[in-house]
């Protein structure tokens, strides 16, 4: 069971803006940054924010990470084929001094 | 560019040992930590163990605390992962990561991932 808790599944339209949350406590998501990795199937994750609202160079601004309290959330606008993938979020807990995940969250474009 | 690929996965008996090697390669290795994550068939994501850019510092999840090492050579850009008395449990896809910065802290995240090393241990 994962420390930080995603919904299993997301679906949007193409065009359409979903949004893919992340709930932590106090000594995750509530003390510290927040970051947002993709996974294509097959393939290695990669980086798509981080601390909590910074896009690495690349990514395109359609994609927005947000924090408030203990949660945290990503939003996709403009949603593409392209974006069906696993997202996890992850953050440092202050109790286990180390990186936790969410469970991740697959997203279908129908 | 960054570049990481992962070698040292395979088939292990349950009790056996392994060695997985991440060669990096595109950024000055000794200057940023490393890390290994590693993702159970159809799971998620489980960070497993880090080092800082010298390698002075390790830090272990509680799951291989005492089983895994983490060590790297800044002379050959390498990172590796020694993993004794295996499990079932530790049955994954093994990640080298990129880390942030020189030092491996709560403000720490990982940039540039490898491919990944499948490991099984089964009988």
């Known amino acids: 069971q994962s420390v930080l808790t995603q919904p299993p599944s997301a679906s949007g339209t193409p065009g359409q803006r979903v949004t893919i949350s992340c709930s932590g406590s106090?000594?995750?998501?509530?003390?510290?940054?927040v970051y947002w990795y993709q996974q294509l199937p097959g393939t290695a994750p990669k980086l798509l924010i981080y601390?909590?609202?910074q896009r690495p160079s690349g990514v395109p601004d359609r994609l927005s990470g947000s924090k408030s309290g203990t949660s945290a959330s990503l939003a996709i606008s403009g949603l593409r084929s392209e974006d069906e993938a696993a997202y996890y979020c992850?953050?440092?807990?202050?109790?286990?001094?180390?990186?936790?995940f969410g469970g991740g969250t697959k997203l279908t474009v129908l | 560019e960054e570049q990481l690929v992962e070698s040292g996965g395979g088939l292990v008996q349950p009790g056996g040992s392994l060695r997985l090697s991440c060669a990096a390669s595109?950024?000055?290795?000794?200057?940023?930590?490393m890390t290994w994550v590693r993702q159970a068939p159809g799971k998620g994501l489980e960070w497993v163990s880090a080092?800082?850019?010298?390698?002075?510092?390790?830090y272990y999840a509680d799951s291989v605390k005492g089983r895994f090492t983490i060590s790297r050579d800044n002379s050959k850009n390498t990172l590796y992962l020694q993993m004794n008395s295996l499990r079932a449990e530790d049955t994954a896809v093994y990640y080298c990561?990129?880390?942030?910065?020189?030092?491996?802290?709560?403000?720490?995240?990982?940039?540039?991932w490898g491919q990944g090393t499948l490991v099984t241990v089964s009988s």
């Open positions: 990561a990129k880390g942030s910065s020189y030092h491996y802290d709560s403000i720490a995240y990982f940039d540039y």
């Open positions: 595109g950024f000055t290795f000794s200057s940023y930590a």
């Open positions: 080092t800082s850019g010298s390698g002075g510092s390790t």
């Open positions: 106090s000594s995750s998501i509530g003390n510290n940054y």
């Open positions: 601390r909590n609202n």
């Open positions: 992850a953050a440092w807990d202050d109790s286990l001094s180390g990186p936790v």
